[in-house]
């Protein structure tokens, strides 16, 4: 069974700072590994969505890459903002579309 | 861009009473939804799949006989947890797959999720 495992749990950061925020996964035969964002009493937004031929992608500050062979994935935030607080998660896709094994997140604060 | 919308927000009921949860697509429709379950301090769990005109196909260890799921229109699904309990206390939300070819196809649009508290 996937298990995905996200360090560190909670990040606390002034704001300007560049983050790394990490994830593991014991099963490499994913299909696809993505990171959300999830604000407080809100949904989850996709941020990123690397497939598992990919090694990276980027959208605006972030950048998420992925390697299959180790079972990482790392979601990098740069010049953080306030804007930016929230609890990152990450997935990992199984072998049908709604079959994600998710992490349990990593709540960051970002101070101005 | 394709939205989901899920209802309530929060919930509180008393314990051995049933609650019904609403998840949405709005503006597309869904031939597949998925229910996740999230207790305090936990991972997101994949619950159940809910397919539009069929029976919901339920991941190990959850009862269907207590989160009835429904899925009778391409943009309706209720996840009905019945006789609930204290202990189904969690945060329940859901996600939606557009149609093939159509709007919001191959990805999934989540809800805001819906917070059950079983007192």
């Known amino acids: 069974k996937q298990e995905v495992t996200q360090i560190p749990a909670a990040l606390s950061v002034p704001e300007g700072e560049n983050l790394v925020l990490n994830c593991s996964f014991t099963d490499s035969a994913i299909y696809n590994l993505q990171w959300f964002r999830q604000d407080p009493g809100k949904g989850l937004t996709s941020l990123l969505l690397i497939q598992s031929s990919q090694r990276e992608q980027t959208s605006g500050r972030l950048n998420a890459s992925l390697d299959k062979s180790s079972g990482r994935s790392t979601l990098y935030i740069a010049a953080s903002q306030p804007g930016d607080s929230a609890t990152y998660l990450c997935?990992?896709?199984?072998?049908?579309?709604?079959?994600?094994?998710f992490g349990r997140g990593t709540q960051l604060t970002v101070w101005p | 861009g394709a939205v989901v919308s899920q209802h309530p927000s929060w919930v509180i009921c008393k314990s051995g009473t049933s609650v019904k949860i609403e998840c949405r697509s709005l503006d597309f429709q869904a031939t597949t939804m998925f229910w996740y379950r999230q207790f305090p301090k936990q991972s997101l769990m994949l619950m159940a799949t809910?397919?539009?005109?069929?029976?919901?196909?339920?991941e190990q260890g959850v009862e269907k006989d207590k989160f009835l799921i429904n899925h009778a229109s391409l943009t309706l699904s209720t996840l009905t947890v019945t006789s609930a309990h204290p202990e189904d206390s969690s945060f329940y939300i859901c996600s939606a797959a557009g149609t093939p070819g159509g709007v919001g196809a191959n990805v999934l649009t989540f809800g805001a999720g819906s917070r059950l508290t079983v007192l």
């Open positions: 997935a990992g896709r199984g072998s049908t579309l709604g079959r994600l094994y």
């Open positions: 809910s397919n539009e005109g069929s029976k919901a196909t339920y």
